[in-house]
């Protein structure tokens, strides 16, 4: 069993170094428009943006000591590290994302169970309620005095309270019993849930019967995926498109394939699909050797066993 890591510190450093990043980024280019139009010259600018600069370039370079010193020795680190493109930053923004997740079994109480019975099961694991976001307060309607009260299972419009927020509120008021709890890799028994966890799995097109499409953030819907780690894997495709090595490789073959297919594929979908596939087989490389890291079962992958898939190895992207 490796060291453990507070996974959420890591991840406050890691989601730091990337908003300071951003930001030192937009001063860099706000810089070079102001010299470019004549307004400001650079030697000028600096002398105004210099300080805040210097802080933020300061500021990046420390936070991204930290990841690494936090990562050092841990068996998954080390291995995210010996494939080429991939250095503490990647690494530590991924180990962050999944090392903090949690999830419970839990138990409400009878009154709830009956008005909720196809959404609650004791033996279902959930998003453990510390890591539930504050249900949004809705609007009601003015109160009048011979207006009927809404039902406690009731949100104050009069609908029923999504599931999520009564298991929320549940907790908040010391009346939701957990029965069992896992974090981190535990989370995650086939890599299936890490891929639909990262938002690089398919759901049913609803437009095309029988046709399957990535997830999307919807306006006012809870998408149950992470925006952060689906990111994260377009980082990662840019870094070896960049880099080389064998990811590189995957990719290339990839969009290769894509652009010969019948009917012809337009090439931002190509390429789109041939990072997707890149990303997909590094997570479940990182998670192969964390499970094993942590003596948990690594099932073997349904493309292997039902589609005839090649098996690969962690050990074969190692450069």
């Known amino acids: 069993m490796p060291d453990l890591i507070n996974f959420n510190l890591l991840r406050l450093l890691v989601r730091s170094y990337y908003d300071i990043q951003k930001l030192r980024i937009a001063y860099d280019l706000r810089l070079q428009d102001l010299d470019r139009r004549k307004i400001l010259f650079k030697q000028d600018a600096e002398q105004h943006y210099g300080v805040s600069y210097n802080h933020l370039e ?103 309270l999504p599931y999520h927020d009564l298991i929320f509120k549940l907790f908040e008021h010391d009346e939701l019993t957990i029965l069992n709890e896992r974090k981190g890799i535990a989370c995650f028994p086939k890599v299936t849930r890490l891929w639909a966890y990262a938002g690089l799995g398919v759901i049913p097109d609803p437009e095309n019967p029988g046709a399957c499409k990535a997830p999307k953030r919807q306006k006012g819907k809870r998408h149950n995926w992470n925006p952060f780690l689906k990111t994260l894997a377009f980082k990662c495709s840019d870094s070896w498109i960049k880099t080389g090595g064998k990811f590189r490789g995957i990719y290339d073959s990839e969009k290769a394939a894509q652009l010969a297919r019948v009917p012809a594929v337009p090439k931002w979908l190509a390429d789109k699909r041939a990072r997707r596939k890149a990303a997909k087989i590094f997570y479940s490389m990182a998670w192969e050797v964390w499970r094993r890291s942590e003596g948990l079962d690594v099932p073997p992958f349904y493309a292997v066993t039902k589609l005839g898939h090649e098996a690969l190895h962690p050990e074969d992207f190692v450069e």
């Open 58 to 160: 300061t500021a990046e370079k420390e936070l991204n000591k930290s990841v690494k010193n936090i990562l050092a020795g841990h068996p998954v680190a080390e291995y995210c590290q010996s494939i080429r493109g991939i250095g503490p930053t990647l690494t530590g923004a991924f180990m962050a994302e999944v090392g903090s997740d949690r999830e419970a079994q839990v138990r409400i109480p009878p009154r709830w169970a009956k008005v909720y019975a196809v959404e609650h099961s004791e033996e279902k694991w959930i998003t453990h309620p510390l890591r539930m976001k504050k249900p949004k307060k809705r609007r009601s309607p003015e109160s009048e005095d011979d207006e009927q009260q809404p039902a406690e299972d009731e949100d104050p419009a009069g609908e029923r």
